[in-house]
């Protein structure tokens, strides 16, 4: 998440195959300062998704966000936070694949405390929050 390539804490992700080669480089299409891409990291169903908690979409402080990408590292989705989910809510703070779902945790979200789903590419897409500091389908 502190990868500078793009601006100060910008940050990437490097996919690799089991025995080390193959290295990918995973950075989304607008770097931006502070946004810490890969604070959360999952692989799965041929995808990898990544929390970025401390992202300020809208100006809105520690919103958060989170994107789905292709193992190769096209493809880019990004999975827009809810409507509930607001400053300091940590969107993204926690991410996993599994059972052809995307589960994206803002563990300070205090709205309604109830998951909310979307559709996300071939993935079905759940948002969870309050719970969400640690996720796993």
């Given at each position: 998440?502190?990868?500078?390539?793009g601006g100060n804490n910008t940050g990437s992700v490097y996919v690799y195959n089991p025995d080390g080669t193959g290295e990918v480089k995973i950075n989304p299409a607008t770097p931006l300062a502070n946004r810490n891409f890969g604070r959360s990291v999952a692989g799965g169903?041929?995808?990898?998704?990544?929390?970025?908690?401390?992202?300020?979409?809208?100006?809105?402080?520690?919103?958060?966000?989170?994107?789905?990408?292709?193992?190769?590292?096209?493809?880019?989705?990004?999975?827009?936070?809810?409507?509930?989910?607001?400053?300091?809510?940590?969107?993204?703070?926690?991410?996993?694949?599994?059972?052809?779902?995307?589960?994206?945790?803002?563990?300070?979200?205090?709205?309604?405390?109830?998951?909310?789903?979307?559709?996300?590419?071939?993935?079905?897409?759940?948002?969870?929050?309050?719970?969400?500091?640690?996720?796993?389908?």
């Amino acid at each position: 998440p502190f990868d500078d390539d793009g601006g100060n804490n910008t940050g990437s992700v490097y996919v690799y195959n089991p025995d080390g080669t193959g290295e990918v480089k995973i950075n989304p299409a607008t770097p931006l300062a502070n946004r810490n891409f890969g604070r959360s990291v999952a692989g799965g169903a041929g995808k990898i998704a990544v929390g970025c908690a401390f992202s300020d979409p809208g100006g809105l402080t520690n919103k958060g966000e989170a994107f789905l990408f292709n193992l190769d590292g096209t493809g880019e989705v990004n999975l827009t936070p809810p409507s509930t989910v607001a400053s300091s809510d940590y969107f993204g703070w926690s991410v996993t694949i599994g059972e052809g779902k995307v589960a994206v945790g803002a563990y300070n979200d205090e709205d309604t405390g109830e998951p909310i789903m979307a559709h996300c590419s071939t993935l079905e897409c759940c948002y969870t929050d309050e719970f969400g500091i640690s996720l796993d389908v």
